[in-house]
């Protein structure tokens, strides 16, 4: 029997998990896919400070700049002032703060439907709505290029899962008509906005296939309120409202907050408040955000050439390096190889730009990237600036 008298209490039980850890850890390094986090002081929500550096930062979801706007922050600090730091329970409990029922009217209307449900993060809301109305003898079918949290909630259900490429309406009705007669209910889940490509999703042509098959569509619009279709997101982006069941989508991009929120009709909202776990087990938001979020709303209703500026600051930079143009505030400058990636984030931090290399599993293998972001106060010396060295220095053109 060996003696374990001299080795410190709980030595044991963590030796096998530090080599697990350390082992995964030198996996990444070789492989060049190791994260590190970046101490990052955003000053203005455009400028940043990062290892005794001011940058231009190109990297952040902020699109309006709405989290340092003078009118949000007010609001964010009066509810402060008032309410306090946060809502103290679940919204089930005690944490239903009045501030939500009037942030959760203003995004049904700014979205056209009748109710919305506000989570406490854009991965809680994707975690707790799907499985909440799919089963275990249901189906999903998921776009292959999906956010991890469409995927995550999908999982959840434990149903039948498939995905059809990126995109492609025809691959997704061929499997609907292979397989949606063996199942009660079915689900087509996509992003609006895909966060690592900037495309967006035919969400017109899937609001189609999915009445024909009996499916609910489901978009992710994280990227795409408050930037496309005068504000409204990604299922107005054509003019004419797309036919989304379930409009999903975040308060911590354009909105300049933090929280998620679904938008649909009055039964699923009252559904989803009765089942999503990430709702009903989870501390409501405080309320100084909800104040944040209705008063970046008014922005996002009452100021026109302000959600119009980011779109035409993306267009100005594709056009002048010879890219197809925008479709996003979301511009990839695909590399492919990682640390070809990571040289050329480099050489732009070099210049004075934070622009982040975006490396697998992120995005698949031989796809790495610079993923470029756009936002209303960029200006436009710079935009072109950086456009040229992108051009001649990165791309080699």
């Not at 400070?49 to 949000?72: E, I, Q």
């Amino acid at each position: 029997m060996n003696d374990l008298s001299s080795t410190p209490r709980g030595t044991q039980s963590m030796s096998s998990l530090d080599r697990f850890a350390s082992d995964k850890l030198a996996e990444l390094e070789r492989g060049h896919l190791r994260r590190t986090l970046a101490e990052t002081d955003r000053e203005d929500g455009l400028w940043i400070t990062r290892n005794g550096r001011r940058l231009l930062s190109f990297s952040c979801n902020d699109y309006l700049n709405l989290s340092h706007h003078p009118a949000v922050k007010k609001a964010a600090m009066a509810a402060l002032n008032r309410y306090g730091a946060g809502s103290g329970a679940s919204r089930l409990v005690t944490g239903n703060h009045p501030l939500f029922a009037e942030l959760e009217t203003r995004l049904a209307r700014l979205k056209g439907t009748e109710a919305c449900a506000v989570f406490g993060s854009g991965y809680l809301a994707n975690a707790g709505i799907i499985p909440s109305l799919i089963g275990s003898d249901d189906l999903v079918l998921l776009d292959e290029l999906a956010h991890a949290c469409l995927w995550a909630g999908a999982r959840l259900t434990r149903g039948k899962m498939l995905t059809f490429r990126h995109n492609d309406v025809r691959h997704a009705g061929e499997l609907l008509t292979e397989h949606r007669g063996n199942h009660p209910r079915a689900l087509i889940a996509t992003d609006g906005v895909f966060s690592m490509d900037g495309d967006l999703a035919p969400l017109s042509e899937l609001g189609e296939l999915a009445r024909r098959y009996d499916a609910w569509l489901m978009s992710d619009d994280a990227h795409g309120v408050g930037v496309l279709g005068n504000g409204r997101g990604s299922s107005f982006a054509t003019g004419a409202k797309a036919d989304v069941s379930l409009q999903m989508g975040t308060l911590s991009k354009a909105i300049g907050g933090y929280g998620g929120y679904l938008c649909a009709s009055r039964p699923v909202i009252e559904l989803i408040k009765n089942r999503a776990r990430t709702f009903v087990y989870s501390t409501g938001l405080p309320p100084a955000i909800a104040a944040a979020a209705i008063a970046a709303i008014d922005v996002i209703e009452n100021e026109p050439e302000t959600i119009a500026r980011p779109m035409q600051n993306a267009i100005a930079f594709t056009r002048r390096v010879g890219l197809p143009d925008a479709t996003s505030t979301i511009v990839p400058v695909i590399i492919g190889d990682e640390q070809k990636a990571l040289a050329a984030s480099r050489l732009l931090e070099d210049e004075g730009f934070a622009v982040i290399a975006i490396r697998p599993p992120t995005v698949p293998a031989g796809t790495s990237r610079l993923r470029l972001t756009f936002s209303a106060m960029h200006p436009s010396a710079e935009i072109e600036r950086l456009a040229d060295i992108v051009r001649t220095r990165v791309l080699g053109h």
